[in-house]
């Protein structure tokens, strides 16, 4: 099948950069839509930023001119780069993906998350 695995997520301090990575594995004829969620202690899951396969974006209005979401369509993978980052941003980060299978099914598949913890 398919699966995501999503790398990244550490501690880092408030101001700081970092960047999560998504890559998309299985059995892969091509991925659509490409998108990050996190969901922060007892709260919804929400969304942070998506991208299309032809590289349109679309972000939360929380993290516009903060957070980049970038995609290399070669490699089935997603990235989010994550500048200027405070505590409101500490959560788990969900990749997600729209999947084109090998045999045509089109899939909508999760990451297992990744922790941004934002703090001094």
């Known amino acids: 099948q398919v699966q995501l695995v999503e790398s990244g997520g550490v501690l880092v301090q408030p101001g700081g950069s970092l960047r999560l990575s998504c890559a998309a594995s299985g059995s892969i004829f091509r991925t659509a839509d490409m998108g990050w969620y996190r969901q922060a202690l007892a709260k919804e899951r929400e969304l942070v930023a998506t991208?299309?396969?032809?590289?349109?974006?679309k972000y939360a209005d929380y993290v516009k001119g903060r957070f980049t979401i970038s995609r290399d369509n070669a490699k089935n993978t997603v990235y989010l780069q994550m500048n200027s980052l405070k505590p409101e941003d500490t959560a788990v980060y969900y990749c997600?993906?729209?999947?084109?299978?090998?045999?045509?099914?089109?899939?909508?598949?999760w990451g297992q998350g990744t922790l941004v913890t934002v703090s001094s």
């Open positions: 991208i299309i396969t032809g590289g349109s974006t």
């Open positions: 997600n993906a729209v999947v084109i299978t090998r045999t045509y099914v089109r899939l909508e598949v």
